[in-house]
Structure formats: structure tokens, C-alpha cells
């Protein structure tokens, strides 16, 4: 089944403990994404990736890492997590090339909550 | 990156058809515009696409007017099950930043 599977799905954690949500995709898309989504704000772009080795800014950037090493894995990295950090996240991809049109096809999501 | 305006919140009843407007004024010439619905806790989900005039799928259609300043994504018939937060997005075909703004949370009543 083509997915983004996201890990873990929810995460207490507690202010300056590092932390990582990873992101994989079984589809073989080229581009990746990291939302967070917090009420009354919809969703905001931190960080995306055109293929492995480039990634670049969204909106939102500040507090996060990403890595693109592989091309069907994108992680979320927190160095030193604040409380407004604590957000629901999505990962999400899409391969515009050959197609149509561009959709993107986003993870569950993990709701992450940092004490 | 051209910003999108929608409402904040529509309501409708079960079997109308919705029509949600979206204003985009500052389109360029390249941008495509984009739907997508979302339930709660859920990630997005695409819907339709499109450049300019209409396009149809087998869930919605999408309208778009000569100036491409505005757009329209039309429901027809909604269920319960239709009640979401649709989101209007305009970029470039490729492009690879996504602003999605806060959408428009679609109530359907019985």
C-alpha cells in the first residue's frame, strides 16, 4: 500500500531533551515536506526536500533540523524542544514529475507535547 | 508565493451543493491552484487541481474565472461525511512552498 508512515505517533517529552520524528514514504516521490499545524493557524511549511542531499526553508524553520540521506526517508529533528513547539506535525510527499498535477500525500501525523 | 483569502466557516445541509470561493488576487501567470480537505486529526487530503476555466473529478469541481483571481471549488450533494476544513492553495506547478492559510471549516447538517 503507497503511505507516508510517520514515528511515533504521539510524544511527551520535556524542554531540551533532543528528540526525532522520522518520516518514510513507499512511493519513490522525489519531494518531501514537514508541516506543523497548530489551531487557527492551519498548516505552515518548516522545512522541505526536492531529493536526497537538498532540502531547504518553508515558513516556519526556526528549532528544526532535517536530513534527507535517503530518498525515502525525511526526519524531523528537535536539538532543544521549547513548549511552543508542541504542535501536530505532518510529513508529507509528492512527485509532480510525469504527472498531471501536484498532490501531495500527507502522513497521520504525530501530536507532539513538550513539558 | 501568492496568498490565499477564504472564508472562515460555511454551513450547509445534507444533499446541497456547497460552493467554496477562494480569492487569490495576486496569482501569476504559472500558478496552479489546488484544493485540499482535511478532517480532524488527519492529514490533508488533495482534491482537485486546476489552471484556468473547469475542471471535474469524481468528488468536486473546480471553477476558475478568465482573471484567475478567484477560484471556486463546488461540492455537490454533501453528506455529513463532508464536514471538514478545505484549504485553497496557489503555487507554481513545481512548487515546492506551501502556504495553506487557515482554510475554511465546511459544517454539513442533517
Known amino acids: 500500500e503507497a503511505q507516508v508512515t510517520q514515528n511515533p505517533r504521539y510524544l511527551i517529552t520535556v524542554t531540551g531533551k533532543k528528540l526525532t520524528v522520522t518520516c518514510s514514504q513507499n512511493m519513490n516521490h522525489e519531494y518531501m515536506s514537514w508541516y506543523r499545524q497548530d489551531p487557527g493557524l492551519g498548516l505552515r511549511q518548516i522545512y522541505y526536500s526536492m531529493n536526497v542531499e537538498v532540502t531547504d526553508k518553508g515558513d516556519v524553520p526556526e528549532g528544526y533540523k532535517v536530513s534527507r540521506k535517503e530518498k525515502r526517508n525525511f526526519p524531523l529533528i528537535l536539538e532543544s524542544p521549547s513548549p511552543n513547539q508542541t504542535s501536530l506535525y505532518f510529513c508529507?510527499?509528492?512527485?509532480?514529475?510525469?504527472?498531471?498535477?501536484?498532490?501531495?500525500?500527507f502522513g497521520p501525523g504525530t501530536r507532539l507535547t513538550v513539558l | 508565493l501568492a496568498k490565499t483569502t477564504q472564508p472562515i466557516s460555511m454551513d450547509s445541509y445534507e444533499g446541497q451543493e456547497v460552493n467554496i470561493t477562494c480569492s487569490h488576487n495576486n496569482i501569476a501567470t504559472n500558478d496552479y491552484i489546488t484544493w485540499y480537505q482535511q478532517f480532524p486529526s488527519q492529514g490533508p487530503r488533495f482534491i482537485i487541481q486546476?489552471?484556468?476555466t473547469k475542471v471535474t473529478n469524481e468528488v468536486a469541481s473546480l471553477f476558475i474565472p478568465a482573471d484567475r483571481k478567484s477560484s471556486t471549488l463546488s461540492l455537490p450533494r454533501v453528506s455529513l461525511s463532508d464536514t471538514a476544513v478545505y484549504y485553497c492553495l496557489v503555487g507554481d506547478y513545481n512548487f515546492n512552498k506551501f502556504y495553506f492559510g487557515s482554510g475554511t471549516k465546511l459544517n454539513v447538517k442533517p
Open positions: 508529507a510527499s509528492s512527485s509532480p514529475l510525469g504527472t498531471t498535477y501536484n498532490e501531495q500525500f
Open positions: 486546476g489552471y484556468k
